[in-house]
């Protein structure tokens, strides 16, 4: 089984939407998490760390549940420029990331 | 503040060749991790080096072999290349909070093709 699991997507949603991807872990002792966003043929870039409380920066929202072993990520308002793929990142022993293969998101005018 | 630096942007060899893929961390950070990223698919985990010693290594046979250095630059050597190591490398580094290492911060990547 693996690490971390994401759907692949892809997305497709109009400008304006608010979406959402969950991604899950397998291992509960893992211990931080966090959402890169990629673009095409670039390097990830870190998008939030997710904490136990959940948090918020803009228009992105990151929430944990550890007792179902996901995180979520909610994009409202959604715009053309957040079209990208979406990768999950789990911190475990505080040394080891694992990183799911990323949700691709589409934004349509 | 400078991000992380990877040499060179573009590299194309042919099958047997040996490649050195270089990459400075961001100041500070002591922890430079290496993925393999071909066209399409996800980040593939290859090695890890933390204050100078290798720590992980992904499922990547022995010809992927790197090393890091006292400044905590690294080197990533691929020998004997293959068709399919044809893909981005990515280098990426991270700062150690007492025994916890912190989110992960990548460099622009180095892109390979094997021909």
């Known amino acids: 089984r693996k690490e971390v699991e994401q759907d692949p997507g892809p997305f497709n949603v109009p400008e304006g939407a608010t979406v959402a991807f969950n991604c899950t872990y397998s291992?509960?002792?893992?211990?931080?998490f966090f959402w890169y966003r990629q673009d095409c043929r670039k390097e990830p870039k870190l998008l939030m760390s997710?904490?136990?409380s959940g948090n918020e920066d803009g228009r992105f929202t990151a929430q944990l549940n550890r007792a179902s072993q996901y995180i979520s990520l909610l994009i409202r308002d959604s715009k053309l420029s957040d079209s990208a793929t979406y990768l999950c990142?789990?911190?475990?022993?505080?040394?080891?990331?694992?990183f799911g293969s990323g949700t691709k998101l589409n934004v349509k005018p | 503040e400078a991000g992380v630096t990877q040499s060179p942007t573009h590299l194309i060899k042919t099958r047997g060749q040996q490649v050195t893929l270089r990459c400075s961390p961001i100041s500070g950070h002591t922890s430079v991790y290496w993925y393999q990223q071909a066209l399409g698919l996800g980040l593939q985990f290859l090695l890890w080096?933390?204050?100078?010693?290798?720590?992980n290594r992904g499922n990547f046979p022995p010809r992927f072999s790197g090393r890091q250095f006292p400044n905590y630059s690294s080197e990533l050597n691929v020998n004997a290349l293959e068709l399919e190591d044809s893909a981005l490398y990515l280098c990426a580094s991270s700062q150690r909070t007492g025994t916890e290492y912190n989110e992960q911060f990548f460099g622009p990547g180095t892109r390979l093709t094997v021909l």
């Open positions: 080096y933390d204050e100078g010693e290798e720590r």
């Open positions: 291992n509960s002792a893992s211990q931080s």
């Open positions: 997710v904490y136990s």
């Open positions: 990142v789990v911190n475990r022993n505080f040394n080891k990331f694992y």
